[in-house]
């Protein structure tokens, strides 16, 4: 059982360090969701951990997959509006907000 | 502990393959192979899933991010990247950021190490019937609000990628 809470703090890890240093939004969004996954995966092992007849955590993992596709969907949509207006998905060349 | 069970040795080459796939889309410096490499990490953990006793999780991770969300990447990498090269995917803070999401994943192992867990029960029987009470009775409420969420969602995007208005 620790060893679930090993990996998903490994892939927490992982997520964080992409989110943090890629430079394409696409990269970006995967990294969040890598780090969503991993969250994701603790709940569920939790659930079967603690409480597994009343199953909240496989019912709470469900509904942050329905949560996690929609972050994705509207992620993607603001990234190809983006790229429309700027012609690029670098990160660091948008920056008309930047002082 | 001498010969690990199957589900063990299943369980460390899932573990395994989400953490390398993991690995692999967050450094790759090309997009096609990040986005492949997430799809791998995607099914080990719907694997995860499987052996966690959430069987119809497994299958909705399956359905929803390899079907969905990876193929909306796909698309979203086809209509926006023109074949730009990406000679180098990190930035200049890399290993701050590096030490720091280390610390934190140490941290967290750390303490996981330390808090004394309960042992697993085995899973009631009839697990299926048991998530789709609970998913329609107590928590129907939350079941609704994500599919209005849902639906903001899609018209949002809708309007994001509507383009310029004539």
């Known amino acids: 059982m620790t060893g679930v809470v090993f990996v998903t703090s490994l892939l927490l ?29 603790n709940l569920v092992a939790f659930s079967r951990l603690h409480t597994p007849e009343l199953m909240t955590g496989q019912v709470f993992a469900l509904l942050a997959i329905a949560v996690g ?21 670098d990160l660091d060349r948008i920056n008309l907000l930047r002082g | 502990m001498s010969i690990p069970a199957p589900a063990d040795i299943l369980f460390w080459f ?3 393959a989400a953490v390398g ?7 790759s410096a090309h997009l096609i192979r990040s986005i492949l490499a997430f799809g791998a990490f995607l099914t080990a953990v719907a694997g995860e ?18 079907g969905g969300v990876l193929v909306l990447m ?18 200049r803070w890399s290993p701050a950021v590096g030490v720091t999401a280390v610390g934190v994943g140490a941290a967290i192992m750390i303490a996981a190490w330390h808090t ?9 029987a009839g697990r299926l019937d048991h998530l789709g009470q609970a998913l329609l009775g107590d928590h129907v409420v939350v079941f609704e609000l994500v599919g ?6 899609v018209v949002t995007a809708l309007v994001a990628v509507r383009g310029e208005r004539r």
């Open chain 1, 13 to 41: 890890a992982l997520g964080a360090y992409g989110a943090l240093t890629r430079r394409n939004a696409v990269a970006v969004v995967i990294s969040l969701e890598i780090m969503m996954n991993a969250a994701n995966l």
């Open chain 2, 49 to 66: 899933y499987y052996l966690l006793a959430a069987e119809f999780v497994a299958l909705v991770q399956i359905f929803v991010y390899v």
């Open chain 2, 21 to 27: 796939g993991a690995a692999y889309a967050v450094t």
């Open chain 1, 69 to 89: 596709a929609c972050e994705a969907a509207v992620g993607l949509a603001l990234i190809l509006a983006v790229y429309r207006r700027y012609g690029t998905t």
């Open chain 2, 116 to 124: 004394p867990l309960p042992v697993v029960k085995e899973p009631a």
């Open chain 2, 148 to 153: 209005v969420l849902l639906f903001a969602a």
């Open chain 2, 14 to 16: 899932f573990a395994a």
């Open chain 2, 74 to 91: 796909l698309f979203a990498l086809m209509l926006s990247t023109p074949g730009e090269s990406q000679p180098s995917s990190l930035g």
